[in-house]
């Protein structure tokens, strides 16, 4: 047997032993494992999947062991998430650690930041949020604000985020502050982590238009950020920023996106809308759609294949993650649309028991900030022409 | 952004390397200026490098390098707009061939592998792709097998050595083998707006013999599917071609044309379309290999593959041309452009074998609706 074919055998018995059933099942939005100092666990399971699963390195499958990992190649990652998926496993932990913050700190982090920072997160003991954002600076992400003034020892932070995902939920944040204020647009930004318990820091949440309040305002006044809590050198920040946003990008894209709520939309419309004699659904127009959308979630999923293998060849997707971030969350928005037009009335319903009780058009609203969270489609579009294609400026 | 094996990109690079340099577009106006729309003279080239036998095993003369390989061929002759019978002959008729094996694969095998030789496809019996109806009957009569009926669309089929004619017996697929010069047979030929050829086919009472018949039944049906799934996995593969050549000239087009003072591509909404023509692109490209990849493993997606795969090259190749013409211009509209010879050949593409609602009702009925 070769390595890899022992390398699933092995994996796919500790797996069976080791994954409660209860951790099985379909999850929404809410069973997410997000980690942190106040996460309340919704079951013994999810817990003890976690425990279990840390204790592996597999929260982070990809990452060195020294630093929580489980030091796995890429074709061995392929096969824990194919083995996972075959039992449909949950994700132990998802969180803006392991997507955002800990590919920035393997690339760009000091040796003792990797090794205080990378464990937290892989046995999801801090969640991180992302400050970036700030009201007026949104696509041009480069024209923030937030100051950070040099205090000798540290940096006093004052001003403005807004949009920050879960940041009255998270412990820590990775900010973005303006440090050096006779630097140009770009040069200026260092990459700052700090603790959200920290005097001075304050978040209000935003009510959405799917109900929830995922995101907050959050507001620093004369917050104390010791120097070494800096990632890379002072000015750099932007350099960081972009590589975190790529790798951001290639997440939400990415076709398991767990924050996508897929499900199954053929037997969704089969259920709703029936099937007439010839057996076809009965809703030609619906049913023309519905085709079209799997012909392009086929692809989809054959590109996300590519570029996975892509990856483990060694390449980096750069600027392609753009390319990934577009094409997955138009599709998203297309799958969500499709199947609340084929839940029709029930899918209507905001409260109560009807279909999926108000999670479809939950999710569809949701949906609706794929195209905007880590940068518009737009944005992607613009740097594509750019950076891939060399269209002129 | 697939990562293709060191086999596979010297292939690639042979075949455009070879292509772009003695047979591409500037070779093709030559062809259509003169009225030649079967380029015979490429065929003994092509076969000498292998690719008339890319699909056939090496006991009758082929290479039997496989589909992806096949795949990176045509789609170096989608970008160069090569006219040859590598779609008609070394992909449909050689997958038919090697499906059904036994004396045909081994007399024809090799006539096909090197060049000598050509057939086609008779298929069609009506404007739109129905490979499940067929009228075209072979009937078993006091002097022997009779062939009867009507075929359309037989691509290349004006040149053909030997015709692959699906029929019905007794209600059964049956194959067989006709040659066109035959008595009965009428071939008219069709100079399509691709400025290839194809044919209608009349078949009036045509005697045939038992060695004629290639396979029966399941058999097939067996062949002809894998025949089909082949020809279309490939077909996307040279539209996939033909729609990264057009966006490639508008793209360069961006770069240069000057309006207002600036160039073209400096105006958001045309590089918002182009970065989106990319992506379709990139993805429509993974497919196209995945499908072919799946046809090499015999894995059990291939079909479902080869239909996406098809399906979503007919909306980016018209995408491609299109917007083509249109980030051109006026200049877009006009024979001395490559745009339009493009833009017919991707229509040519999308039609045959089935365009892209055929094989999205096909897999929503695979899906249960
Ligand atoms: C669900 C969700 C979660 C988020 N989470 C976070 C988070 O955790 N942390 C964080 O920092 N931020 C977060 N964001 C914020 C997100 O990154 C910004 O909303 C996004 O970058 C767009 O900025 P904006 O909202 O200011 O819109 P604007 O930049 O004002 O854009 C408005 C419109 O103008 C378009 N536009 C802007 N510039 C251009 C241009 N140059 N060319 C063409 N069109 C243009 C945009 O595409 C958009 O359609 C989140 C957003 C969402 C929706």
Redesign the interface.
Known sequence: MTDLALFRQETRQWLDAHCPEEMRLPMSEEDICWGGRHFTFRSAAQKAWLEVMAARGWTVPGWPKAYGGGGLSGDEQKILNEEMARINARPPLQSFGIWMLGPALLEFGTEAQKRHYLPQIARGEIRWCQGYSEPGAGSDLAGLQTKGVDQGDHFAVTGQKIWTSYADKADWIFCLVRTEPDASKHTGISFLLFDMESAGVSTRPIKLISGASPFCETFFDDVKVPKDQIVGERGQGWTIAKYLLTHEREMIGASDNALFAKTDL?AD??QSVG?NED???DDPML??E???F???E???D??M???G??MR?G?ELGA?SA?LK??GTELNKRRQSLRVSAGGADDLVWEGTANSAGQAAKDWLRAKGNSIEGGTS?V???I???A?????? | MEVLSEDHKLIAEAAQGFLKAGHGVEAFRALRDAGDDKNAALRSEIAGMGWMGILLPEAVGGVDFGYRAAGLIAEAMGRNLTISPFLSSAILAATVLRAVGGTALQHWGPRLAEGQVTMALALEESTKHRPDRIATTLAETASGLRLTGRKGFVVDGGAADRLIVVAKQGGACVLVLVDPAADGVVVTEQFMLDHRNAATVAFEDVALAQADVLAMGAEAEAALAQALAAGRAVAAAEQLGVAKAAADQSFDYLRTRKQFGVLIGQFQALQHRAADLYCELAQADSLVAAALNALDAGSDDSELLTRAAKAKLARVGRQATEEGVQMHGGIGMTDAMDLGLFMKRDRALSEFLGDAGHHTDWILRHRGI
Request: charged fraction near 15%; include cysteine; aromatic fraction near 6%.
């Open positions: 053929v419309a089969i099937v057996g076809h659904l049913r023309a519905l085709g079209q799997l012909i392009d086929i692809c989809f054959a590109h294949q590519m570029s293998a892509y060849a390449h392609r390319e577009y094409l737009e992607m579009l613009s594509l022409s750019k891939v294609l060399k269209l002129p400026g």
